[in-house]
């Protein structure tokens, strides 16, 4: 068996950064944000009601005891009224087109 060599660690971490340095020099765009859902690519269809209020309930654990539709400069925004586990009830608002919470 081959002694530890952190010399060529180095190396490989030298030549990974270099890559990533030389893509910001020439102007490559940075990583596009990744959705809320794991496991699915970028949306192209509009977050069903039911998949929003699934995404805000394991996200805050609380749960959804109302759902509104509201359409502001023509996205779909569904406002969740929440109850937590404490009794407090706060609103959460999620945009249907990119399933982020707003």
């Known amino acids: 068996m081959r002694p530890f060599r952190p010399s060529l660690i180095a190396a490989v971490a030298l030549v990974l950064s270099a890559g990533t340095l030389t893509a910001r020099a020439y102007g490559a765009a940075p990583p596009a944000p990744r959705p ?3 496991g699915t690519a970028i949306r192209r269809t509009r977050l069903s009601m039911n998949q929003a209020v ?7 654990s ?3 005891v109302r759902v509104e539709t509201q359409t502001r ?5 569904y406002v969740l ?4 586990g404490a009794g407090r ?3 959460v608002r999620v945009d249907a087109a990119t399933g ?3």
Request: without cysteine; glycine residues 8%; hydrophobic residues 55%.
């Open 89 to 91: 009830v706060f609103a």
């Open 100 to 102: 982020t919470i707003l």
């Open 81 to 84: 009224r929440m109850l937590d």
């Open 54 to 60: 699934m995404l805000a309930q394991r996200h805050f």
């Open 36 to 38: 809320l859902l794991r």
């Open 62 to 64: 609380a749960r959804v």
């Open 73 to 77: 400069g023509g996205r779909t925004i």
